[in-house]
Nanobody, 117 residues
Framework: QVQLQESGPGLVKPSQTLSLTCTVS??????????WSWIRQPPGKGLEWMGI???????YYSPSLKSRTSISRDTSKDQFSLQLSSVTPEDTAVYYC?????????WGQGTQVTVSS
């Protein structure tokens, strides 16, 4: 029943800010103990956890990305968003949103983001 859908630009210019939104259906992002994450996979590499926002709005980030990453939410729309600033071509990846509802772990289908001028 729970579905996640990423949306946002597929192409971002170097030095700009990457912004993606995950829309959740079938669950409320404010339900107690639910948690919502962003994960990415560069081409030919493994999954990299970026950060998380919990049901009460607490955020935690990967140490390697903390300085450039911000996760926020719009509770009225059951959406949470990712902002990654000062991007370079090394940020090119498939970006996934993920939700843990305690009962299950859910993934969006992923969205390709290319950083290029």
């Amino acid at each position: 029943q729970v579905q996640l859908q990423e949306s946002g630009p597929g192409l971002v210019k170097p030095s700009q800010t990457l912004s993606l939104t995950c829309t959740v259906s079938g669950a409320s992002i404010t339900t107690s103990y639910y948690a919502w994450s962003w994960i990415r996979q560069p081409p030919g590499k493994g999954l990299e956890w970026m950060g998380i926002i919990t049901y009460d709005g607490s955020t935690y980030y990967s140490p390697s990305l903390k300085s450039r990453t911000s996760i926020s939410r719009d509770t009225s729309k059951d959406q949470f968003s990712l902002q990654l600033s000062s991007v370079t071509p090394e940020d090119t990846a498939v970006y996934y949103c993920n939700g843990n509802t305690r009962r299950n772990d859910y993934w969006g289908q992923g969205t390709q983001v290319t950083v290029s001028s």
